[in-house]
């Protein structure tokens, strides 16, 4: 197979089908979850669980003073690497360029050598993450093969990413066609590891402000 | 079948996973950030005081009954299955070292609300036969005589007559179409009956009708902390049968964390369904009566006070400006601890854990976190509203050679309540 | 012109001035970024040589490289090297034909066995030998013949290089490239659809002063190859900056921005399109507002799509998603119902507690 014919493999079956697994995968995780139900609620409510939902939905993204003392390690790597993903995924032209083939609509991207230095901090900053959770004894003791595997999968596009933009390592087919499908090794993993968390998390910090916003807290 | 047994508390465990507990599991990313969040790990430093870890079991059980994956591996002989060790192996971790304070469900980044699954996880835990000794002792009394700490109806008219003859007022008891029936903690009741005394002074000064029921006087609910609904629900019946025979409007629950959950936001719940008369904390019910301009002071309190916020009233509860408003009036030097309100530490002793003896030693080196608390200001008095709380700052306080009155809110109102 | 003279006898027979000549060996140095200390080794080596014989054979091609060449601009540079070398078979440009023709390139084979340059323009049809055949001898026969004796091939155009456009998908007349199957002499591909002017003579050039030039991995010399359309494109600040034109002619494409979104293959397409130019110099098709084709890039006809960029899945993403999603309801519907049904069995199961059922007590 020549890298052309690679290339043009990850960028057709192997997306469609990294597609459709990570598409279907989500709405059966989601509906997993909802499908369990919930006991109604007898007692009298004291506020409204609807507006204590949606507060906790946005607000838990911030931490309290305290726990950004005390986490302050966990905390802003994890808001690095978040961001550093954000900015890489959804504000570099060539990746936009996906997004518009998908919905249809694109958006305007920031300069390719911004995003360039951002990856480079990411990459440090997944790299952090990686040495604190093989290191912290709280982290070696919730850490499993999954947690790792997770690791890999998310940093190798980053890397592979990097190394494409740069036509360093190999010819760019090859370069492209190895970041293509390690993007597409993250998309068939997503729903069946702790990365659906990317979807899911809105809903456990719906349920966390509506049990507390019934009872007039704030959390 | 009778007795305990691990398929009971396996099905008990089944019964208990919801959307909620899915979630929750669903979301977590093993971020580690909940360790930091509760005081049992950070006065130990011991990972395993991490609180998802605590839930394990639970986990477990979501995992291998309620996810395709999950169940298929089971199925398979792919992933170990829950076993009675694992129970047995928790326990510690799921009674000793949790009070259900809740503060690792503030702090998670992904919104797990593990208090809530820690409640659940009890459930199976209690009825496969791994809950402490001591709690389970404190329910079998609850139920049968009607106090876990065994406080029959006698002891409690003694201590009614006591407080008669000190204030001179007389307490009503089984009064008819009163406005309120107040329930007491045995933690009240035999140590600290002079809130008896506080509330009926306050409530004679106020007007407010009142009355306690030789029925049902109890409020501490030991169903909740050792984790089982059913019995739970068997002591809350109590107070509805009583509420509803005494046809009053409202029942005031105490100065106690687990009481205030368990009859005003579980209770319901528990029996099945809404009650017929409104539940109300006794600090919700000294703040209306002083935003009514009925509850007057005659002079402040003069030292320096800060306030301890009991985990199952403000955190978990929503009784948090209150207190404050209270003690703005009450206090003239008010100040509060760093991390007050509702990212407030545990005190350590809630949740069953006072009545843990086993937990003892591990409560006591918890207790280091509210001392850094207190020793981050220099306050002449601490103040509180549970009496679980007051007993165990008091026995901390002690244990680390610091000196500092604990205060009831509603005492020391009463105190200087003007005449 | 007789076939023994030197190079430089030629030349000067032909009224071509020292002074063209230098500045031919100039330009040619310059173009495989040659530093000038190395003109004198080129002149003189071209003029001390002997005229050497050169083959062309043309198979399934549309002689465009032919055309390319011929029609250059700059005659005298391009017609110099047609007129220094011996082409003793060429289809276009030959006067014999028929019996004749065959015969001159036998004898140009025995005469200069071993030293012979095998040029080669278009693809060999390898699904049925009678697709193409020249004086009854098919494609695969011929350059099998031919190179027997040849020093080296030089595959002129991405047909001859990879295979090209008749390779496209579905490839009906089964179409590959000269390494497909010749494996036993040393190959240059000088791809391009087709390739640049000064690029083929300079190539040629380079063989007949140097020898064999370094090579990349699809056999091009990186003296031309060796740095991407992208790497050297007058356009690349505006990718940089990421700054695009959307559309044909919107305000971008009329400022001169990038035209990756418009599905350029610059970064993928190794040629000298960027700094040699077409035209001798004139421009080249990004400078012209049209997105690189990659036409000097194996499979360029199937490479997703001109006007897709190269990074851009060429499926039907929102297409697959949405259905992938209805599949996913269907599915999580079902694994929904049974987990719900478990729980509500698990729930119908519940025996009331009672203090009985609790462990020890202290």
Request: one cysteine or more.
């Amino acid at each position: 197979m020549t890298d052309v014919e690679f290339l043009l493999w990850v960028r057709g079956p192997a997306f469609d089908i990294a597609t459709i697994i990570l598409c279907a995968g989500i709405v059966v995780r989601l509906l997993e979850i909802f499908l369990m139900g919930r006991k109604p609620d007898f007692a009298e409510p004291r506020g409204s669980a609807m507006a204590g939902g949606m507060r906790t939905v946005f607000h838990r993204t911030l931490p309290d003073p305290g726990t950004l003392k005390r986490s302050s390690f966990t905390i802003i790597t994890g808001w690095v690497f978040h961001i550093g993903l954000f900015v890489i995924i959804f504000l570099f032209v060539p990746h936009i360029l996906v997004f518009e083939r998908a919905l249809g609509v694109g958006w305007p991207g920031l300069p390719s050598n911004i995003v360039d230095a951002v990856t480079v901090v990411t990459i440090i900053a997944l790299l952090a993450v990686l040495i604190h959770r093989l290191r912290d004894p709280v982290l070696r003791l919730l850490s499993e093969f999954n947690d790792y595997l997770v690791w890999a999968v998310t940093t190798l596009p980053v890397i592979t990413g990097w190394l494409a933009f740069h036509r360093v390592g190999a010819a760019p087919p090859a370069l492209i066609g190895i970041h293509i499908l390690s993007v597409e090794l993250l998309m068939v993993l997503f729903p069946f590891t702790k990365l659906s968390h990317a979807f899911t998390l809105w809903i456990a910090r719906w349920y966390n402000g509506a049990i507390a916003g019934y009872k007039g807290i704030k959390s | 079948m009778s007795g305990p047994s691990f398929q009971r508390g396996y099905d008990a465990l089944m019964e208990q996973i919801d959307a909620p507990t899915a979630a929750f599991f669903s979301s977590c990313v093993h971020c580690g950030m909940c360790a930091e969040a509760c005081l049992f790990f950070t006065e130990t430093g011991d990972p395993k005081y991490t609180p998802i870890h605590k839930l394990e079991p639970l986990r477990k059980v979501w995992k291998q009954e309620y996810t395709f994956w999950g169940k298929l591996a089971k199925s398979l002989g792919i992933s170990k299955p829950l076993t009675d060790q694992d129970l047995t192996d928790w326990e510690t971790l799921v009674y000793d070292s949790c009070t259900m304070c809740g503060r690792c469900s503030m702090v998670c980044p992904v919104g797990n609300d593990l208090a809530y699954m820690i409640r659940k996880l009890r459930e199976g835990m209690a009825v496969s036969g791994h809950a402490p000794p001591g709690l389970v002792g404190a329910t079998r009394r609850a139920i049968n005589i009607g106090s876990p700490m065994g406080v029959k109806l006698p002891a409690l008219q003694a201590q009614i007559r006591s407080v008669e003859a000190d204030t001179g007022l007389k307490v009503p008891v089984d009064v008819e179409n009163a406005d309120y029936m107040l329930l007491l903690s045995s933690m009240e009741i035999m140590n600290f009956p002079e809130f008896i005394g506080a509330v009926a002074k306050i409530f004679d000064k106020t007007g407010v009708s009142w009355t306690i029921s030789s029925e049902a006087f109890e409020a501490t609910n030991s169903g909740i902390q050792i984790g089982v609904s059913d019995i739970a629900a068997e002591l809350v019946q109590r107070i509805v049968d009583a509420a509803e025979k005494l046809k009053v409007k409202n029942v005031i629950s105490p100065e106690c964390g687990h009481a205030y959950m368990a009859i005003r936001w579980e209770g319901p719940n528990l029996v099945g369904k809404p009650f017929s008369f409104k539940v109300i904390h006794i600090l919700e019910l000294l703040d209306e009566l002083r935003s009514q301009g009925r509850l007057k002071l005659k002079d402040k309190v003069d030292s320096r006070l800060t306030y301890h916020d009991p985990c199952q009233i403000g955190r978990r509860g929503g009784v948090m400006e209150q207190p404050r408003h209270l003690l703005s009036e009450l206090a003239r030097d008010f100040v509060e601890m760093p991390e007050a309100g509702q990212m407030n530490w545990c005190c350590g002793a809630g949740g069953g854990v006072s009545s843990n003896e086993r937990a003892d030693d591990l409560r006591l080196t918890a207790f280091q976190r509210k001392k850094s608390q207190l020793d981050q200001i220099k306050v002449d008095g601490l103040v509180s509203a549970c009496s679980n709380c007051r007993i165990h700052i008091e026995d901390g306080l002690e244990h680390y050679h610091m000196d500092l009155p604990v205060l009831s809110l509603t005492e020391t109102l009463a105190e200087h309540l003007a005449d | 012109m007789k076939k023994d003279q030197t190079l430089g006898e030629a030349l000067r027979s032909r009224g071509i001035s020292r002074r063209s000549f230098l500045k031919f060996c100039a330009t040619t140095a310059s173009m495989m970024a040659l530093p000038p200390s190395m003109i004198p080794v080129i002149a003189e080596t071209l003029e001390k040589m002997r005229r050497p014989s050169v083959i062309w054979l043309s198979f399934q091609e549309c002689t465009g490289c032919t055309e390319s060449i011929t029609r250059s601009n700059s005659a005298t540079i391009e017609d110099l090297i047609f007129n220094v070398i011996s082409l003793d078979y060429h289809h276009t440009l030959q006067a014999a034909s028929g019996e004749a023709a065959e015969a001159a390139r036998k004898a140009a084979m025995e005469e200069n066995w071993g030293k012979y340059l095998v040029v080669v323009d278009g693809s060999i049809p390898t699904g049925n030998p009678g697709f193409s055949t020249i004086a009854g001898i098919s494609n695969v026969d011929m350059l099998a013949e031919t190179v027997k004796g040849a020093a080296a091939i030089v595959a002129v155009g991405t047909c001859a290089s990879f295979g090209g456009i008749p390779k496209a998908d579905p490839n009906p007349t089964g179409a590959v490239s000269v390494s497909d199957l010749v494996t036993d002499k040393p190959i240059i591909n000088v791809p391009g659809c087709p390739p640049i002017p000064v690029v083929i003579t300079g190539v040629l050039v380079q063989f007949l002063t140097f020898g064999l030039p370094e090579l990349d991995s699809l056999s091009r010399p990186k003296a031309f190859y060796g740095q991407s359309i992208h790497d050297r494109c007058y356009r690349r600040p505006f990718y940089d900056k990421g700054l695009f034109a959307e559309s044909f002619d919107d305000e971008g494409a009329k400022k001169g921005w990038c035209l990756y979104k418009l599905g350029c293959k610059g970064p993928t397409t190794y040629n000298a399109c960027a700094t040699a130019k077409w035209n001798d110099g004139t421009s080249f098709p990004i400078e012209a507002g049209h997105p690189c084709l990659g036409c000097s890039e194996p499979d360029f006809w199937d490479g997703g799509g001109f006007y897709k960029s190269i990074s851009t899945p060429t499926g039907d993403i929102g297409r697959n998603a949405v259905y992938a999603a209805g599949a996913g309801l269907l599915a999580g519907a079902a694994i929904g119902g049974v987990l719900h049904a478990r729980k509500q069995a698990a729930v119908r199961k519940h025996q009331r507690a009672t203090i009985d059922d609790l462990g020890e007590e202290s």
